[in-house]
């Protein structure tokens, strides 16, 4: 499967086939488990975009309808202090 996933690098000159000969799991022994591995990874993808668009979703609705801060929504809505500078920055632009 290495082979094949180098090959197919090459001939499509497209590196995230070669990127998942070295994903978590060890080496794969069959298409299918590296078809698996690339639907596993696009939901946890999609999964943690749906976070990021609800959390935004939320701050913004806080805002408006209790006239809080950027801030001051994101402490009521439990965010974490290390995540807050991405939203702030969204928030801005």
Known sequence: ?????????????????EALIGDEGGKVSNMCEVLDRVEAKGREEGRAEGVELTR????????????????QAM???????????????????
């Open 75 to 93: 402490d009521v809505l439990r965010i974490p202090a290390d995540e807050q500078p991405k939203y702030l920055g969204r928030l801005e632009s």
């Open 1 to 17: 499967m290495d082979e094949m996933l180098k090959l197919m690098t090459v001939l499509t000159k497209d590196h995230r086939f």
């Open 56 to 71: 935004m979703e939320s701050i913004k609705n806080v805002m408006d309808t209790l006239k809080f801060t950027a801030q």
